[in-house]
C-alpha cells in the first residue's frame, strides 16, 4: 500500500443555482489575458446540454481519457505512442475554435467616430484574434437556461438509453426541470493529459495530486486538449503554450480556497483532503466499466485505520494532513455517508472532484404523491422508488453522468437525500417524529445522528467546516511569498497572510 494525499472538491449540485459567480470569479484571476480569452478553468452547464466546448463528450468525436482493450490493458483512446508522432502537425481530435467560441470585443470607434447618419450608430463584433467581424453564434454558456435548446438539449450526448417520451418531455422547456453542472479540472488518479503529453510537460504534484503545466517544457503540441476527456486543458493561441486550472494552489498553500469556492453563492463547494493507495491505480482503471465506481471509492482509505496512518507517515506524511483528512468534508460525503460520485468514471481517469447528484427536481413530486397519500407502511419504500424512477428529470440521465448507466446508486443516494428532507421538515413543522418518518430513515439506511450531521454539513456550514486544508510544508508558502509581486501584495490571487519566518 502506497498512501498519497489528494486536494479534492465536491459539489452539492441539489444547492447550485446557476448563477456564475465562480466562473466569473476564476476569469478575472486567471484568464483575463490575451491568448486566454476563450479558457474558462470553470463552467457551469445546464443540463441537458452539450457542454462547453460543444459535445466534450462525445468521445467517438474527441477521443479523450482511456479504454480497456480486448486483454484487459489500459490505453490511450487518443492513440499509442507511434501513432502519436504523425499527428504532431495535424490532430483531427482536436476541438477547432467553433467548438468553444471566437473571443470578441466591440468595435467601440464606430460610436464616436462615426459621420452622422439617418440610422442608429451600432459597435460590431469583431473578433479579438483576427480583428475582422464575426456573427456572435456561440458561447462558454450560450445554451444557459435552455436558451438554445433546441440545438443543444437534443443533441446531449448523455441522453443515450433514455426512451423518445422522456426525451420529448426533457425538450419541452415549459416541463423540463433544470440541473446545473459545475466543471474545472478533476486533477484525476490516472490523467490522460499527462499520458498523452510528448513533452512530459504535464505532471502531478506529489504532495496534493495538483496536476500542473511545465510552460518551459511545454512545446504547444496540444495532445493534452485531445487527450483530457473532460477538455479542461486549453491552448494560448498568443504564447502558444497549455493552460488549465491549478486548483488555486497559491491561495490553498497560504490556506485561502481556491476563487471559484470561496465565491460560490450557493455554498455548493467543499474541500478537503482524501487518502488513496496509489498502487492501485492501474488495477482500478483497468477494471470492466460496472466496477469502476466501487473500485474507485474502495481506493480512498480510512483516515483512522492505523495500518492507513502508518504507511502514510513511511511515504511521508505528516500528521498535519492525516489530522486535516479525518476532518475532511469530502471524504464524509463520499466514503462515510456514500452520496458524492465521480464526473464519467467510464473515461478510466479516476476523476477527484465529486458530486452529490441533485434531488430538487424530484422532491415536489415525490411528496405529493407519496407523503400526501395513504400508503401502507409496508409498502412505503418500494413506492418511494417508484416515484423516483418516474422523476421529470430521469434517473437514468444522471446515471450517465456520474455511475455508467447504473440507476441503483443514484436511487440510493436520492432515497437518503429525501429521507434527510423529511426529517428534518417533520422535525421543524411538527416539532415531532412519527414512525413513518424513522422509518424512512431506517430504510435509507441512515440514523438519526447521521441525518443531523448530513443535514448540518449540507445547508448550515461554516466555511471551516467547508473548507479543511492541510498545513503546507513551510518552504512552500516561502517559495511563494519570494516572489516580488507577492512581497509587495500585488498578486493575482489576493492579499496574503504573511508567516512570520524563523529567526
Given at each position: ?49 452539450t ?6 463528450e ?27 508522432l ?9 476541438p ?27 459597435a ?38 433514455i426512451?423518445?417520451a422522456?426525451r ?14 459545475p ?6 488518479l ?10 512530459g ?83 482500478v482503471?483497468?477494471?470492466p ?27 511521508g ?18 466514503k ?52 423516483l424512477?418516474k ?32 426529517y ?26 447521521e ?44 492579499q496574503?497572510n ?6
Amino acid at each position: 500500500m502506497k498512501v498519497r494525499a489528494q486536494m479534492s472538491m465536491l459539489f452539492h449540485l441539489d444547492k447550485c443555482i446557476g448563477c456564475h459567480t465562480c466562473s466569473v470569479a476564476c476569469k478575472n484571476l486567471w484568464t483575463d489575458r490575451e491568448g486566454a480569452e476563450y479558457m474558462w478553468w470553470n463552467n457551469v452547464e445546464t443540463r441537458p446540454g452539450t457542454g462547453y466546448p460543444t459535445g466534450w463528450e462525445d468521445q467517438e468525436h474527441y477521443k479523450g481519457g482511456w479504454h480497456r482493450d480486448e486483454k484487459g490493458r489500459l490505453k490511450l483512446v487518443l492513440h499509442s505512442k507511434s501513432a502519436g508522432l504523425g499527428k504532431l502537425f495535424y490532430n483531427p481530435s482536436l476541438p477547432e475554435l467553433d467548438d468553444y467560441y471566437d473571443p470578441f470585443t466591440f468595435k467601440y470607434g464606430d460610436l464616436f467616430n462615426s459621420p452622422q447618419q439617418e440610422q442608429q450608430v451600432t459597435a460590431i463584433p469583431i473578433s479579438k484574434i483576427t480583428g475582422t467581424p464575426v456573427e456572435i453564434s456561440t458561447g462558454p454558456n450560450w445554451d444557459d437556461d435552455l436558451g438554445g435548446s433546441d440545438i443543444y438539449a437534443r443533441n446531449d450526448p448523455s441522453m443515450e438509453g433514455i426512451d423518445e417520451a422522456t426525451r420529448a418531455q426533457m425538450e419541452e422547456i415549459e416541463r423540463v426541470v433544470l440541473n446545473y453542472v459545475p466543471r474545472i479540472c478533476n486533477h484525476c488518479l490516472n490523467p490522460a493529459c499527462v499520458a498523452a503529453c510528448p513533452s512530459g510537460a504535464i505532471y502531478k504534484r506529489g504532495e496534493d495530486g495538483v496536476v500542473l503545466v511545465n510552460e518551459d517544457k511545454c512545446r504547444g503540441w496540444r495532445m493534452c486538449v485531445a487527450g483530457c476527456p473532460y477538455k479542461k486543458v486549453y491552448y494560448n493561441w498568443d504564447t502558444g503554450k497549455s493552460e488549465k486550472c491549478i486548483l488555486c494552489f497559491p491561495r490553498m498553500e497560504t490556506g485561502q480556497a481556491p476563487a471559484c469556492a470561496h465565491s460560490c453563492v450557493g455554498r455548493i463547494r467543499y474541500m478537503g483532503v482524501l487518502l488513496y493507495d496509489q498502487d492501485r491505480i492501474a488495477d482500478v482503471t483497468s477494471l470492466p466499466e460496472d466496477e469502476l465506481v466501487d473500485a474507485q471509492l474502495d481506493m480512498i482509505l480510512d483516515p483512522w485505520d492505523d495500518a492507513v496512518v502508518a504507511a502514510a507517515a513511511a511515504a511521508g506524511i505528516d500528521d498535519g494532513w492525516i489530522d486535516a483528512a479525518r476532518r475532511s468534508p469530502v471524504y464524509k460525503f463520499v466514503k462515510e455517508w456514500g452520496m458524492a460520485l465521480p464526473l464519467h468514471p467510464e473515461y478510466r481517469t479516476a476523476a477527484m472532484m465529486f458530486y452529490i447528484p441533485p434531488l430538487s427536481p424530484v422532491m415536489s413530486t415525490v411528496e405529493r404523491n407519496l407523503v400526501r397519500l395513504d400508503i401502507p407502511e409496508d409498502r412505503r419504500d418500494f413506492a418511494l422508488a417508484d416515484e423516483l424512477d418516474k422523476a421529470r428529470m430521469p434517473l437514468k440521465y444522471l446515471a450517465n453522468l456520474f455511475t455508467v448507466g447504473d440507476v441503483e446508486p443514484i436511487r440510493r443516494i436520492l432515497k437518503m437525500m429525501f429521507a434527510v428532507r423529511s426529517y428534518k421538515r417533520r422535525q421543524s413543522v411538527e416539532g415531532d417524529m412519527d414512525s413513518d418518518t424513522l422509518g424512512l430513515l431506517e430504510s435509507a439506511g441512515l440514523s438519526e445522528a447521521e441525518a443531523e450531521a448530513i443535514y448540518k454539513l449540507t445547508t448550515v456550514p461554516t466555511i471551516d467546516d467547508r473548507f479543511v486544508f492541510p498545513p503546507y510544508h513551510r518552504e512552500m508558502s516561502i517559495e511563494t511569498l519570494e516572489d516580488p509581486l507577492v512581497r509587495k501584495g500585488i498578486t493575482g490571487f489576493g492579499q496574503i497572510n504573511r508567516p512570520k519566518r524563523d529567526a
